[in-house]
Structures are given as structure tokens and as C-alpha cells.
């Protein structure tokens, strides 16, 4: 693999098949901020994945699928980290972690307008609120036992 310059400071390695015939490419992009982005295409240029470092140290690592879905992980410099699911038609989960794994709060919503979110703490208590596209909403405090 050789990988070529545009001429811009990037960098682009393309992929062959034992044929060869071209499987996709991956591109690095890093700019003057520190920030580096890695962008990995199939061989019709469909972006499959895309990974950004930047300088502060925050991680997000983007996974692109059918229809507009798509599943991104955030992980910050201080081990804690996010995952959002975006499943292409309008339904967007978020939920964050600390650095041990353990989760701290999430977030919803519809293509509709709903949407939610909750938050645990670490006393076991937990409370979430969610409003709904027909104007009702919910909330709820959980005690801890």
C-alpha cells in the first residue's frame, strides 16, 4: 500500500482486491488545530466509517450504515464516553458513561418530535422526563432502595 498526498496534507491508500480491483480506500485528514480525521470509503466512494482524534484527546469514532444509520462513540480524555444510535429514519438514542462503564444518563427522540431522557446517580437514585408528540408528557423519580 502507498499512500499519496493531495497536495493539501492529506492522504488517501487505496484497496485492491487479488484481481485487482479496487475494495475502497481509506483517507487521512489532519489539519493545523492537532485535529486528525481517518475516513474509510467502499469501493463505490460510501463512506463506511470515520474516526476524528483531536488535540484535547476526545475520540469519536462514527460507523455509517443502510439508509442514513449511523452509531458514533465518543471517548473523552478522562476515560468517560458517549454512544449515540441514529437508526436513519428519525430515532436518535444517546447514552453516557463515566470511565468506568457505568451509565450515567441517556437521551431519546422520534422523528415524531417525542423525546426523553434520563439520569442515574450513583446513590441508585435515578429521575427521567418525556414529552410526547401528541402534547402529553411524563416524568418520574426513582428512590433509591
Same mark, same amino acid.
Given at each position: +500500500? ?16 487479488? /484481481?485487482?480491483? $479496487?475494495?475502497?480506500?481509506?483517507? @487521512? =485528514?489532519? *489539519? ?5 480525521? $481517518? ?13 476524528? $482524534?483531536?488535540?484535547?484527546?476526545? @475520540?469519536?469514532?462514527? +460507523? ?5 444509520? =449511523?452509531?458514533?462513540?465518543? /471517548? /473523552? ?8 444510535? *441514529?437508526?436513519? =429514519? ?27 431522557? *434520563?439520569?442515574?446517580?450513583? *446513590? ?17 423519580? =426513582?428512590?433509591?432502595?
Amino acid at each position: +500500500m502507498v499512500a499519496t498526498p493531495d497536495g493539501t496534507g492529506n492522504f488517501t491508500t487505496a484497496n485492491y482486491d487479488a /484481481h485487482g480491483a $479496487l475494495t475502497g480506500y481509506v483517507t @487521512l =485528514k489532519p *489539519d493545523s488545530s492537532g485535529t486528525v480525521a $481517518l475516513a474509510v470509503y467502499d469501493a463505490f466512494g460510501i463512506e463506511q466509517r470515520n474516526d476524528t $482524534l483531536d488535540a484535547s484527546g476526545v @475520540l469519536t469514532a462514527s +460507523m455509517f450504515g443502510q439508509e442514513g444509520a =449511523k452509531v458514533q462513540t465518543t /471517548h /473523552h480524555a478522562d476515560g468517560s464516553y458517549s454512544i449515540s444510535t *441514529d437508526d436513519g =429514519k428519525g430515532y436518535v438514542t444517546t447514552a453516557n458513561y463515566d470511565s468506568q462503564g457505568v451509565k450515567l444518563s441517556d437521551a431519546w427522540s422520534r422523528g415524531d418530535g417525542s423525546s426523553g431522557s *434520563d439520569t442515574f446517580n450513583a *446513590d441508585g437514585t435515578a429521575s427521567g422526563h418525556a414529552s410526547y408528540a401528541d402534547g402529553t408528557s411524563s416524568s418520574y423519580v =426513582k428512590n433509591a432502595q
